[in-house]
């Protein structure tokens, strides 16, 4: 059994865009560091912590041992430092000059755009869900 802390990434499920990224990340996490939940379960608002519900649909999330919850871009770094062999490309996407921009731009060009990469439902408003903090 593995006995390191265990990361959370927290995805939509309904789209398809992000289950493959889902199914990618889970092939390639020979270590079993990251464990994959969606968005739609209710235990995943409690993992992301209060934040508004467009933020919460419109990102994947990565809670990591302690709380902290990282989303989108800045998510992309720490899931790769999980995976082996993947910290050197980490510290590239977070060191090198201009590429943290560039990850950052692009993951919220993909994000506004998954429509295109054959996502059906993916306006950022899931019907009949909600955060359950702005439920209230």
């Given at each position: 059994m593995n006995a390191e802390p265990m990361f959370v990434l927290l995805y939509d499920e309904a789209c398809r865009l992000c289950i493959g990224v889902r199914r990618l990340l889970a092939w390639m996490d020979r270590n079993r560091r990251v464990t994959f939940l969606p968005l739609q379960d209710p235990q995943a608002a409690r993992l992301a912590g209060p934040m508004d519900s467009q933020r919460f649909w419109n990102a994947f999330h990565l809670a990591q041992p302690g709380g902290r919850v990282l989303t989108g871009a800045a998510?992309?770094?720490?899931?790769?430092?999980?995976?082996?062999?993947?910290?050197?490309?980490?510290?590239?996407l977070e060191h090198l000059p201009g590429l943290p921009w560039l990850t950052a731009r692009a993951y919220q060009w993909v994000?506004?755009?998954?429509?295109?990469?054959?996502?059906?439902?993916?306006?950022?408003?899931?019907?009949?869900?909600?955060?359950?903090?702005?439920?209230?």
């Open positions: 998510a992309i770094p720490a899931v790769i430092r999980l995976l082996p062999g993947g910290a050197p490309l980490a510290w590239l994000a506004a755009h998954r429509m295109m990469f054959g996502c059906r439902n993916c306006d950022g408003t899931p019907t009949g869900y909600s955060h359950p903090s702005r439920a209230r």
